[in-house]
């Protein structure tokens, strides 16, 4: 993750010379110019975190640069981000984030909840064992409906009644009932933010031990 103030091409030149381990990039700016340095810093910063968190094995430091930003500064940048993202999933079909692998643990990770406990070595299988168990229970079905979406599922969309599958060819979304699907494509850390995502819809207490 990276940013560039004077274009994209010298720092690809760059990156040719001294890291081999790449093959492919994406980029995204104004055509206008019109984005200033703590923009640039701040984006930096959020991408580096957010890959981070998805468990990518980063060459980059922990944090980029920092600069001071503006609220209004900000929130263009947010702005900014969330077209990009937006254009990368409904025109390209790129999750940013995606994790292709199924990540298995040593020790035996758990859900907690209304007296269940929910145990798997697995952070997709548990996962899927926590969303069939809550709507297999008549208190939580009915407020779950409302969150199902008519399209594909996605790391937005985390129930839906279509399946996603990438350009490679990766199948993101599990079926967890005939014609509904979870999706599933995700590292250890998002796992767990997809299941404390879904116990907050529905105001459910829960111990996630990951």
Known sequence: VGKRAEGVKTR????EKSKEWW?????????????DKSQLDYLEDYYIERFVEAGFDMDNNKKGNTSAIQKLNKIKADEMRDIFEEILYEVANIELFERSEEQ????ILSVKFDGKLLKDKSPRKLHIKFVKSLLEDKKYQEILQNFIVEDKVSSKNNLGKKQN???????????????LFLFVNLSKAGTESAIRKIASWLDLEIEVNF
């Not at 298995?104 to 020790?107: F, K, R, V, Y």
Request: net charge negative.
């Open 12 to 15: 690809l030149i760059e990156h």
């Open 23 to 35: 093959t492919s990039c994406i980029f995204f700016g104004r055509n206008d110019g019109l984005i």
């Open 165 to 179: 599958i990438f350009p490679s060819g990766q199948i993101a979304g599990a079926e967890i009932e005939p014609g």
């Open 104 to 107: 298995e643990t040593d020790g």
